[in-house]
């Protein structure tokens, strides 16, 4: 198997498109490292073009950004990438998935199908945003406080960091940023704090923990 | 039906109209919210407005039992 990621970024709703955009700072991170990475964004994430991909190009880490459920996870327009009860090509490979509730049951269904270790989260996958910078997500100074920090685990993985590692530098960080937002007098962000410790606790590893990709 | 504690309700309202008027949340399908329609939502115990309620009284819950500050002194 190969060292190498396969990304799936849909922007067919705002949603979607502020993972769309942070996680352009993974494929930085890969040219960066040297890491080889297949980029299915937009439109590009089908379930044709991602089964296609992992087929052909065999991922040693799924990372996807898109809409889920406990049952599904899914690319452009929603069409589902991953479900419960299909034949699941995910043997030996590291999976986060960056939507909600995948790892209420998708993700044990990945590990018991070989998948090394599930990343995601047991509830839904929650950040607050501001209006005024939803058309410049990357610019989003309170959306960062939820994005950085999820953002890390990818990071982390590709700088050869275990997944038990990933998870607790992207778990540090969001506590990190609560600390701070909690310990200040004067902070604007006091809203973030309740979403954040939601973002912490539900976040979730499911299969070996000392697995890299 | 579950029936939402009226003060609970007017607790996480009171939170949420703190918020600043920019402020939106992402959560779940394809769905963002403004820091109105939250309120309304909350106001009229939709599904949307009943997580938000369970997310808000699980912090404060968190909180108290000091959870919180031992999650972040780890």
């Known amino acids: ?213 | 039906m579950v029936k939402i504690n009226k003060d609970l309700k007017d607790l996480v309202i009171a939170r949420i109209e703190a918020y600043s008027d920019d402020i939106g949340l992402i959560i779940g399908a394809d769905k963002h919210y403004s820091k109105s329609e939250l309120i309304d939502n909350v106001k009229n115990e939709t599904e949307l407005g009943k997580e938000i309620i369970g997310m808000q009284l699980e912090y404060l819950q968190d909180m108290i039992k000091g959870n919180i500050y031992t999650a972040l002194d780890q």
């Open chain 1, 1 to 213: 198997m190969n060292k190498s990621i396969l990304i799936t970024r849909p922007n067919h709703d705002l949603a979607t498109t502020y993972l769309y955009w942070w996680s352009k700072k993974i494929i930085d991170k890969c040219l960066e490292k040297k890491i080889k990475y297949f980029d299915l964004k937009g439109k590009k994430a089908s379930k044709k073009n991602f089964d296609s991909y992992l087929k052909k190009n065999n991922p040693s880490f799924i990372f996807i950004n898109g809409h889920g459920s406990e049952d599904v996870v899914t690319g452009w327009n929603n069409e589902i990438l991953l479900k419960v009860g299909d034949r699941l090509d995910v043997k030996d490979r590291v999976i986060y998935a960056r939507s909600c509730m995948a790892g209420l049951k998708l993700g044990k269904v990945c590990v018991d199908s070989g998948a090394k270790t599930f990343i995601g989260y047991t509830k839904n996958y929650v950040l607050l945003f501001l209006t005024s910078r939803e058309t410049r997500p990357l610019t989003d100074n309170l959306a960062a406080l939820f994005l950085e920090p999820s953002n890390l685990i990818p990071i982390s993985l590709i700088k050869g960091n275990t997944v038990e590692e990933a998870d607790r530098k992207s778990k540090d960080l969001m506590k990190k940023n609560l600390k701070r937002i909690l310990s200040s007098d004067k902070s604007d962000k006091k809203e973030v704090t309740s979403y954040l410790w939601h973002d912490i606790k539900y976040q979730t590893v499911i299969g070996n923990n000392l697995a890299k990709i």
